[in-house]
């Protein structure tokens, strides 16, 4: 049985050079980190496949299911190089190029070569972060715009520009991606994120070149532009779970709408069953402290009370100075929520015209059931997941253990909310399956006499149907 701490709302660990050993990669998993996630725009492949190997050998030797997610870099659009810093001023006019150029306070070269053709006069233009704000004033020629400074600031080389109101023609997949696509696929990877997700056909499009590699790796979708609020919906429906890039996001749309996007997500994918995640921000300041602040504490809070789950930890854990102790912190916060009710009961009601709506309602009751009896586990025999997903997105108090004998789901259920899980491969009989299960989870202390644990399964089990069946069992 695996040692480490427990929280039913999962913690995701970026992975750098203050986490890459395999000394400090054991003990922030030891400390309740489920999820290690790889950042593709930075390290070469030899850097990550020497971390992949060193996770596979800890899972290995604790008997963790920790799961690692690729995270691919995405277009990033740049302004050129500038000799030293240059400062921007509030009014001043300035042209933007794209033509290849050292950058002054009265040019920019900007790397979005269609900059003419796919922006308007008007539309703003937000560089470093959104720190320095330009407004677009003036098409000059085909390959240039002139713009007024509408916020000023610092500039220095190489800095992001960000075009939130512009429909942009590029590929969510720039060929980076491909290439470290190609390496993420080899490497037994549980969960890829995929930046600048605009429509639906952006996921299909990743979901359909991992499909031609024969192999079943989940698709997370980074909501981080305007234009993906507009197609959230159709989203969700082919993505296996989204996540809240608070930080672009925050530059791509007036901050203040970020609380709310986040919120309005969360509870979409609770309807859908698919994953949440919010990331960006949530312990920044323990890059460099040893302790949170009260606002960060209370952010980490109330994505727990809104049902997220998982958080993201960025720099925090991948350069930041206090690893282990930002994912104990996080742990103990995520603990103290998670104490209350109000942490619990979610979802909504299932919808009669889904086509999986038997099965819907059965998880559905279950978690209901669970609630009124007081039950302390919900267990789950599963091939595909579904059921853990289902059940999960109802928010349960009760523990939720799923059993299945695909050692990969293991991995990948360990992004979804409260779920734990098994590996059996002893499917015989409904009776005698559930009776093992019983014996695994008292012996595992679990669960005890006098516990009621609910289960839901197929039957017959040898057809592997969709979950068809309820059973209530008292232990004794």
């Known amino acids: 049985m695996f040692e480490g701490k427990f929280n039913k709302t999962k913690i995701i660990a970026t992975i750098g050079p203050a986490t890459s050993s395999e000394e400090m990669l054991e003990k922030i998993i030891l400390a309740g980190v489920n999820v290690c996630r790889l950042n593709f725009s930075h390290g070469t492949h030899e850097d990550h496949k020497a971390v992949i190997d060193r996770i596979h050998k800890i899972n290995a030797r604790l008997g963790s299911h920790v799961a690692i997610m690729q995270d691919l870099q995405g277009p990033k659009l740049r302004i050129g190089k500038i000799n030293g810093e240059i400062e921007l001023r509030e009014g001043d006019s300035i042209l933007l190029s794209t033509t290849e150029q050292e950058c002054t306070n009265k040019i920019l070269f900007v790397s979005y070569k269609r900059l003419v053709k796919d922006c308007k006069v008007g539309e703003p233009v937000l560089l470093n972060d959104g720190k320095v704000h330009l407004e677009l004033t003036e098409k000059v020629d085909k390959n240039t715009m002139r713009a007024k400074v509408v916020s000023g600031g610092p500039l220095s080389s190489n800095k992001g520009f960000n075009l939130p109101f512009s429909s942009l023609f590029v590929p969510s997949l720039t060929k980076k991606d491909l290439v470290d696509l190609e390496f993420g696929l080899s490497q037994d990877l549980d969960w890829i994120a995929l930046s600048f997700v605009r429509k639906a056909n952006d996921i299909l499009e990743l979901k359909q070149l991992i499909a031609e590699k024969g192999l079943d790796v989940k698709v997370i979708a980074k909501i981080e532009k305007p234009e993906a609020m507009l197609n959230i919906d159709a989203i969700i429906q082919v993505a296996d779970a989204i996540m809240v890039a608070r930080g672009d ?81 996080m742990g ?106 019983v014996t695994i989870l008292k012996t595992d202390n679990h669960i005890d006499i006098g516990d009621y644990i609910i289960s839901c399964a197929s039957m017959p089990m040898h057809k592997k149907l969709r979950t068809n069946t309820i059973k209530v069992t008292l232990v004794d």
């Open 332 to 437: 103990n916060i995520v603990s103290d929520i998670e104490s209350d009710r109000r942490a619990y009961y979610k979802g909504v009601k299932p919808n009669i015209e889904s086509p999986s709506f038997y099965s819907d309602e059965i998880c559905f009751t279950a978690v209901r059931m669970s609630d009124h009896l007081k039950a302390k586990a919900i267990v789950a025999l599963t091939k595909s997941g579904f059921t853990g997903y289902r059940v999960a997105s109802f928010r349960p108090e009760a523990n939720i253990f799923i059993f299945t004998q695909s050692p990969k789901l293991l991995k990948t259920m360990s992004l979804v909310w409260g779920i734990r899980g098994f590996f059996y491969d002893n499917f015989v009989s409904t009776d005698n399956t559930l009776q093992d299960i």
């Open 249 to 329: 996001l925050g530059v791509e749309v007036p901050m203040q709408k970020v609380p709310l996007i986040q919120k309005t997500i969360i509870e979409k994918c609770l309807a859908a069953a698919k994953p949440s995640i919010i990331a960006t921000q949530m312990m920044e300041s323990m890059i460099v402290d040893s302790m949170p602040t009260r606002a960060e504490i209370t952010d980490v809070a109330n994505a727990v009370l809104d049902g997220a789950d998982a958080l993201m930890l960025s720099g925090e854990t991948s350069v930041g100075k206090h690893p282990e102790r930002v994912i104990e912190i």
